[in-house]
């Protein structure tokens, strides 16, 4: 008996994305090991633990395909890009790199609402939700180190940034949580 209700294109869409997180999660260790070489711990320790986090978003999809029945693929997953230049480029880099698995996630988002496989379609929102997040976080982290001189940036901006990674959340505030009473 066939038990799989996942569509073979839709079952496709989400081992590709099970991938791209598993890729996410290289990136950040990759760049998370650069940081460490640059002396940066603190942004380090900020880049490992969201490389365990892509790493927790690809087991909610690899966990998601096969409670629909579906067959999980798992795939090479293709190399880093270059080690940063400088700390700027690195969150450059993520910021790049994050827009686009948001738009990965819209791509499974819309299959699953065309496919009318509500199932899916709700669980994708929880990644919607995310890469809002990711994004948000990767923008207010460039904004913090152009304040700081971006690629200029001074080693006391630099070294101030760096403890202030190393116990900042992983998250970010989302605009609709947003209220006259807090607005951040």
Not at 128 to 147: F, N, R
Request: charged share 25%; with cysteine.
């Amino acid at each position: 008996m066939n038990t799989n209700r996942l569509s073979k294109t839709l079952e496709s869409a989400l081992n590709d994305q099970m991938t791209k997180e598993a890729h996410a999660a290289q990136i950040y260790l990759s760049y998370a090991a650069w940081a460490d070489s640059q002396g940066c711990g603190g942004i380090a320790n900020f880049l490992f633990r969201h490389s365990g986090e892509e790493r927790n978003h690809m087991m909610k999809i690899l966990e998601y395909i096969l409670k629909r029945g579906g067959q999980v693929k798992v795939t090479a997953i293709p190399a880093p890009s270059a080690d940063p230049k400088t700390i700027n480029n690195c969150f450059e880099k993520i910021f790049e790199h994050e827009v686009e698995n948001t738009k990965a996630i819209y791509r499974v988002a819309k299959m699953s609402h065309d496919e009318e496989d509500w199932a899916t379609w709700n669980f994708m929102q929880w990644f919607v939700k995310e890469q809002t997040e990711e994004e948000t976080l990767a923008m207010s982290l460039l904004d913090k180190i152009k304040i700081a001189g971006g690629d200029h940036a001074d080693a006391a901006s630099l070294y101030s940034l760096d403890r202030d990674l190393e116990k900042a959340p992983d998250d970010a505030p989302m605009a609709q949580d947003a209220t006259a009473e807090n607005p951040i």
